[in-house]
């Protein structure tokens, strides 16, 4: 897509298919590209949040009484090792799914922090939400402000390293809404984080979240498209993401 942007001397770090359906503009106003695609919509901000700011959010993330955060390595650690860590700011926990049958801990750890009463449920995990603090809701609000979307709840991934990942789903369920609107904010490790349709999986684009991007998410996008963020050997710390959502709010 890179002719599209010799004009303005700009090449999008991420490419869609050359197909009917899909179309890509950079917005000066957000510093960001608008990305549209068969039923559905996303914007990616490579570097919305500055450098100072994300470097503070990764450390506010692991800030804790037991380690030194720069320095720990979170892959050795056990499920109940990570239970015991007194994390200052954020609530960490090892979730567990059934897998054919067999207990399975999630790979990677998660938190959720929402408005009183927003529970999320997903992959037969019910989560309630802790209370807001104020690193987070400095995060929600400069989201708000550039996209002009209301969020109330924010479900929070910790990738230790390439071994931890995402598999291919939708965030289709029922409190989300009809067509919710997501927004993704990362910090840390480079992540690969991959959409792709569900009837054509060949149409796929591949966007790379860096420390400080955000990618939104919405229209009918979770309907007719699918998304993971796949295993990368060559990653070796760790990455954080955050997706602000809109609990029993309808569209």
């Known amino acids: ?3 599209l942007f010799e004009s303005e001397g700009l090449v999008p770090p991420f490419e869609v298919p050359r197909r009917s359906g899909y179309a890509v503009a950079w917005n000066a106003d957000t510093k960001g590209y608008d990305i549209l695609v068969p039923n559905g919509e996303l914007f990616y901000s490579e570097h919305f949040f500055s450098s100072k700011v994300s470097d503070r959010t990764l450390e506010y993330l692991q800030e804790n009484d037991t380690n030194e955060w720069r320095s720990a390595n979170w892959r050795e650690m056990s499920p109940e090792d990570i239970g015991s860590i007194n994390f ?4 960490w926990k090892q979730d567990w799914i059934n897998f054919y049958g067999k207990r399975t801990p999630l790979p990677r750890l998660t938190s959720w922090y929402g ?3 927003k529970a999320y449920t997903y992959s037969g995990i019910k ?3 802790n209370q807001w603090n104020k690193g987070l809701l400095f995060l929600k609000n400069a989201i708000e402000n550039s996209s002009g979307v209301m969020f109330n709840s924010v479900l929070l991934n910790w990738y230790r390293d390439g071994s931890d990942h995402l598999s291919w789903h939708s965030d289709d369920e029922k409190e989300l809404g009809v067509n919710p609107i997501i927004a993704s904010a ?6 690969d984080f991959i959409v792709r349709r569900k009837d054509d999986i060949s149409q796929k684009i591949s966007f790379p979240l860096k420390h ?3 990618l939104l998410m919405r229209g009918e996008l979770q309907h007719f498209w699918e998304h993971s963020v796949p295993k990368r050997k060559n990653v070796s710390s760790s990455r954080f993401n955050m997706t602000f959502r ?3 709010i309808g569209d």
């Open 127 to 129: 989560s309630q939400p």
């Open 88 to 91: 200052k700011n954020i609530a």
């Open 246 to 248: 809109r609990i029993g």
């Open 1 to 3: 897509m890179a002719d």
């Open 212 to 214: 400080g991007t955000l």
């Open 115 to 117: 408005d009183p009463g």
């Open 186 to 191: 990362n910090f840390g490790a480079t992540r």
